[in-house]
């Protein structure tokens, strides 16, 4: 659904920008995993930007949120913007995650800004009764914001932090903790850069832990008309934007 949205909030979160717009209606029901095209208010930035709802209100939500980091002209400008502006925004789209099923235990892997999708499903999981475990790694505790620590530790999820510099948490990369944390009948939900993805995944035992990973990738029409987020799996190949983000992390071919 196309709709143009105002800015109500916004504020730094360590290296993170939080965006909040106001939707014209309320719409839903939204799920963690799903995301939105956003427009980004610069000349460069014709097509609008893909972000995953990092808040929102499950049943009928009148806002949404985003968390992103700087990297390019679209998000310098959407880091830059001011409260009170207007903005075009295509919401929902993709596939969620799926939910565990019963008895299975539930283990979160973030990397840096990639907690986005699963500050949600870690919110929802735990106020749904589960046991949740985080495990969220960054290069220094500025990539760890203590109000989203706290926001989840409030809700119940059991969190474990990583920092590359030493800073907080283990010393090294978060994938690191995985040897200890790994359920043996579970599943495994993760979000982050490419190289932690793939790491986790070949810790997985052959049998036993499903995985479900967010993956990222350039994103233009939203829908899957232009062929341009087109990532290779095991059974050929799927359009990220229709058929994911949220993709089984069995079916994932690297390049």
Partial sequence: MLLTGRVEAKKRLGPYHYLRVRLPQAIGPLEAGHFALLEAPAPEAILLRPFSLFDFEEDQSPWIAFLFQRAGKGTEALASVEVGRQLRVIVPLGTPFPLPHGGEEVLLLAGGVGIAPLFPLARR????????????????????????????????????????????????????????????RGVLYLCGPEGMIREAL???????????????????????????????TRDGYRLLCSEGPVLPGEVLQWR
Wanted: hydrophobic residues 40%.
């Fill in 125 to 184: 999981l735990s106020r749904g009764g589960l046991s949740v475990r985080l495990l969220w790694g960054a290069k220094s505790p500025d990539g760890l914001p203590y109000p989203l620590l706290r926001s989840l530790r409030r809700w119940g999820v059991e969190v474990a932090v990583a920092t590359e510099d030493g800073g907080l948490g283990h010393r090294g990369l978060v994938t690191e903790l995985l040897q200890d944390q790994l359920p043996s």
């Fill in 202 to 232: 070949s810790a997985l035992p052959p049998k036993g832990v499903r995985s479900f990973v967010s993956l990222e990738e350039r994103m233009a029409c939203g829908v899957g008309a232009c062929l341009g987020c087109v990532v290779k």
